[in-house]
């Protein structure tokens, strides 16, 4: 996905990095590749917007100064690989509660030669807080779970259900660990859906987070927003910034150039 057509050689692997059910598929346009499992959980564009929103808010200053930094629910791993080659000075750790594909991530860690700035921690977020003391990190950024228990239909994959659906954590949950485990004036990153957003707010605010800066995405000019991306300030003034949309496609279909600036990673 968002890969453009680019062909490239994909590398030689290790016999141990590689399982039988994983595809090994290139990372944007010149970013190299990554690992993903050919059913199951994989990766999506609102983790690529995500690290987008991240790095273009921060600036080269932001990536270069030495950050604590820690991703909740990981994933494969996308966003710590994409943020990594942006930002010299970010360490930290990736948090994500399924084996398998807390796993993943630690091999695509190894494939980016990644394995001494960041470590993945296979755990549920909520056991961070015994962890890790307060204050613990600078930037946090997630990509939780869509949709509520009791809302939408749970799918049958495990690894899908838990990525779509609160089922181990809430929304009040992730706003909370976060909370605690940002420092004062730390800065959380989250993509969340549109139609949701009030919510968000809501419990951003009740965790002591104050929205700062909210970018709402589009599928296409005419259309509703999908996502909202924020970024939040532990203990922060009241003062929003609201940026201009991000448009996926245009009206004929097709990715706009801004969504290419993305896929090449032009920050």
Not at 89 to 102: C, F, M
Not at 179 to 186: N, P, S, V, Y
């Amino acid at each position: 996905m968002g890969d453009s057509g680019t062909s490239r050689k994909a590398p030689c692997l290790p016999e141990d990095l590689r399982r039988e059910d994983e595809t090994l598929e290139p990372l944007l346009m010149d970013r190299g590749h990554i690992l993903q499992k050919r059913r199951g959980y994989r990766f999506s564009l609102d983790a690529v917007v995500l690290a987008d929103f991240v790095a273009r808010l921060r600036g080269r200053a932001g990536a270069e100064k030495s950050t604590r930094y820690l991703d909740l629910g990981t994933g494969c791993g996308v966003i710590l690989v994409l943020l990594a080659k942006w930002g010299t000075g970010l360490t930290g750790y990736g948090v994500e509660i399924q084996e398998a594909l807390a796993d993943l991530a630690g091999r695509n860690l190894r494939l980016h030669g990644l394995e001494d700035r960041f470590q993945v921690l296979c755990t549920n977020l909520k056991t961070l807080p015994a962890r890790f003391p307060p204050a613990s990190f600078d930037w946090i950024t997630s990509n939780p779970p869509y949709r509520g228990l009791g809302t939408g239909r749970i799918n049958p994959d495990p690894q899908k259900a838990l990525a779509r659906h609160e089922l181990t954590a809430s929304l009040e949950d992730i706003c909370g660990v976060t909370a605690h485990l940002l420092g004062e004036k730390g800065r959380a990153f989250l993509v969340y859906p549109a139609g949701r957003f009030a919510g968000l707010v809501v419990h951003l605010r009740e965790a002591g987070l104050e929205p700062k800066t909210v970018r709402p995405v589009y599928p296409k000019p005419g259309e509703k927003a999908s996502w909202v991306l924020v970024e939040s300030v532990r203990n922060g003034k009241e003062e929003l910034s609201i940026e201009r949309p991000l448009f996926v496609e245009d009206a004929h279909g097709e990715y706009t150039e801004e969504m290419n600036r993305i896929f090449r990673w032009d920050l």
